[in-house]
């Protein structure tokens, strides 16, 4: 698993961490039983204190996302797991929620909005079928 953290965002690293933990399990990028990398190299790989990376282990574990096995590590969790739709709706709808918010402060109504996520969803759409025939 690769983790892209943005510094300049405003969100707090460990959540960026728990986010992506939690979009890469619902889509199926890690599977149930598969470890995720140990704190400390994943600390030293990303340049961030080992107390972050051990607080968003702990924020998933909370959530029920991971668990960890003593001496061994941790993994994602292979009852409970966050494959179902609904939990991949409410991920989504969580992003959702915050572009909404940004855009309100941007002054940007709910057409120009829906436009621009249109817009996005093409070009997303553009670029995967690019990429599918090189």
């Known amino acids: 698993m690769v983790f892209q953290l943005n510094f300049k965002s405003g969100k707090a690293v460990y959540l960026q961490l728990v986010d992506q933990v939690k979009v890469a399990a619902a889509c199926g990028a890690v599977q149930p039983g598969e470890p995720l990398p140990a704190i400390r190299p994943l ?12 607080k968003a282990y702990a924020e998933l574990e909370s959530q029920g996302i991971i668990e960890t096995v003593v001496g061994k590590g941790c993994f994602v969790r292979p009852t409970n797991s966050p494959f179902k739709k609904d939990v991949r709706r409410k991920l989504l709808a969580e992003t959702i929620d915050a572009a909404v918010v940004h855009a309100h402060h941007l002054q940007i109504g709910k057409d120009e909005f829906l436009r621009l996520a249109d817009e996005r969803f093409d070009a997303l759409e553009h670029k995967r079928a690019r990429a599918a025939l090189s």
């Open 43 to 54: 600390a030293e790989e990303l340049r961030v204190n080992r107390n972050t990376v051990a």
